[in-house]
């Protein structure tokens, strides 16, 4: 179905148009993929997924300049919704990276990331899912042995669950200006004190200024090569793609990976040879590996754990099964217009990105709608809204364009209020 829908003039002088919603733009592609059988993945690939508040959190005072505390954030959560966004996510072929940034996991705390995990372990997902381990279940960290035995106990917690680890990074540390040996230190203590696999998390400071300086001098280097059998890779959030070519090429010989969170530029990491110069290469697979239970591909490539995923799931995933069948033409197909869409809901301030992921989960019926966390959906505006829209719409992102385009009317009239 095709739907047009008029929109305003925009504050940034474009004049009114319309944005023509179609919802089966990608039926050709769905029967294409099928065609073409299932053949192994070529690229791991996790989404970084949102939580959706109850309705009534309408009515909480909570902002970004008076944030909620964290048991007050967690009574609005709408367990059930969140849940089936998991689920939805996970059948498009992707695995579940849970109690992240993306979930906001600085805002919500530990309990509520507790019930997360807890709950996504339920779902027994295929594939298996990964978290985020940290130290925020304490109000005060006396010292690094506090801080080591607390993310070592989240940790546990998230193997018992049944999903993977990923370390997330440690405000505390740049708080306290913390040096290169103290850093590698202690990794090294909550490394020795666990069982792999393991992932580092590097997130750079457009996503949380505190942790401008984290890994100092030539700590990250030395602590992936503490234990390579153990630590599998690392989740690099700094939006420096140079960097990340340069730094999957050091840990490939250690038969470790990099998931590229780079938001702006995924399209070409995942696919990989940036070294050819060739419009359209792609990575040659080296070898395969073995990271926890799934096979793992290595070569001149990133594999992928995105906020991004949360909202292009459908395009993205068929662009991933046509990788993987060798149809690099039909996966850029998908991937850049997901991509250019991808580098508007997370343009600056960067932070402010789970905006466009909760608007567009709310167009397409996922979700009642589209708040955030401490009302963080007002930090956008409405001409921000709407390059969104268009861009989905480009992107193949829209699934039900009679519903989208009923709520995309509803909020010209209404707004964020």
Known sequence: MQVEVKVPSRE?????????????????????????????????????????????YRTCPHSPARPGDAASIADFIDWEATGRIRQRIS?????????????????????????????????????????????????????KTKLVEAVVYQANFIQEAGGQVILLPLPWLTRNRLDESAYV???????????????????????????????????FDRIMALDPAKVRGTKLSLLDSAFEIS????LIERDQIVFTGDDFNFESLIRGDHQSGEEGAVGDIARWV??????????????????????????????????ACGRVDRYRELMLPSEELSRTIFEAPTG??????????????????????NHEEKGRDRDHYLRVVELAARARVISNASLAAERLRTFLEKGKD
């Open 185 to 219: 230190e202690i990794y090294g203590e909550i490394i020795r004190s666990l069982s792999g696999p393991l992932f580092i998390h590097w997130l750079g400071e457009k996503f949380m200024p505190e942790l401008a300086g984290y890994f100092p001098g030539q700590s």
């Open 91 to 143: 059948s498009l072929g992707f695995g579940i990276a849970e109690a992240m940034d993306t979930a906001h996991r600085f805002r919500i705390g530990w309990k509520a990331a507790e019930r997360l995990i807890r709950e996504c372990g339920r779902l027994h997902l295929t594939p298996r899912f990964i978290a985020g381990a940290g130290a925020d279940h304490l109000t005060d960290i006396a010292n």
């Open 12 to 56: 940034s002088g474009v004049k009114g148009s319309s944005i023509r919603l179609d919802d089966a733009l990608l039926t050709l592609y769905r029967k294409e993929v099928e065609a073409l059988g299932s053949p192994r993945p070529v690229r791991l690939a996790y989404a970084a997924v949102h939580v959706v508040m109850r309705d009534d």
């Open 352 to 373: 402010n990105y789970k905006a466009g992921l909760a608007f567009l989960s709310w167009l397409n019926g996922h979700q009642e709608n589209f708040m955030l966390v």
């Open 290 to 323: 073995e990271i926890g239970d799934s096979p793992c591909a290595l070569g001149n490539f990133s594999h992928a754990l995105l906020g991004a995923f949360d909202g292009i799931a459908e395009p993205a995933g068929l662009a991933l099964r046509y990788l």
């Open 247 to 250: 730094c999957r090429e050091k």
